[in-house]
T-cell receptor, first 112, second 111 residues
């Protein structure tokens, strides 16, 4: 089992839909959880970051972490065509030899 | 601010040729990384440098070498390119807590 598993996609939704993107993990040492967004032919950029179980909201985006079940989610409300991108989850352990591990990414297309 | 600058943006090589991908940052971050991104494989760490003067192997280091020239610059060298090294290469710096700043990528094709 890979340390981080992400729904493979691709995902296509109509404009205005609620989008749910998910990742599961097996390493309980992961303590920091991130979502990166990558537009076509660009580098990934940090979208959201959280370290505790529960929800974190930023505008139309909500990051959810459930450490007991080892999964994280990113919700996008009122999705827009400009949200069309690849979304990568990422997780990091703590300590001197902390490790950052990415999911494989899911490509989202929001249709006008 | 330019952030993280990679050169070249595109390159086509023949099998066996060598080349160096350059990366420079103006963010004053200590840690720098080289990743490759392939369809269905996600981002895979090739090498990283926690600080000037140190480098360490990542997940897929075979066929690559790196040089941390100074705090700003971290280069990736392919000594004898192979078709399996066709990929998009990203350089990144690390601010902390998990926040990486990526360059725009270098697209390499090896024929």
């Amino acid at each position: 089992q890979k340390e981080v598993e992400q729904d493979p996609g691709p995902l296509s939704v109509p404009e205005g839909a609620i989008v749910s993107l998910n990742c599961t993990y097996s390493n309980s040492a992961f303590q920091y959880f991130m979502w990166y967004r990558q537009y076509s032919r660009k580098g990934p950029e940090l979208l959201m970051y959280t370290y505790s179980s529960g929800n974190k909201e930023d505008g139309r985006f909500t990051a959810q972490v459930d450490k007991s079940s080892k999964y994280i989610s990113l919700f996008i409300r009122d999705s827009q065509p400009s949200d069309s991108a690849t979304y990568l989850c990422a997780m990091r352990t703590t300590g001197a030899n902390s490790k950052l591990t990415f999911g494989k990414g899911i490509t989202l297309s929001v249709r006008p | 601010n330019a952030g993280v600058t990679q050169t070249p943006k595109f390159q086509v090589l023949k099998t066996g040729q060598s080349m160096t991908l350059q990366c420079a940052q103006d963010m004053n971050h200590n840690s720098m990384y080289w990743y490759r991104q392939d369809p269905g494989m996600g981002l895979r760490l090739i090498y990283y440098s926690a600080s000037e003067g140190t480098t360490d192997k990542g997940e897929v280091p075979n066929g690559y070498n790196v040089s941390r020239l100074n705090k700003r610059e971290f280069s990736l060298r392919l000594e004898s390119a192979a078709p399996s090294q066709t990929s998009v290469y990203f350089c990144a710096t690390y601010r902390g807590i998990g926040e990486l700043f990526f360059g725009e990528g270098s697209r390499l094709t090896v024929l």
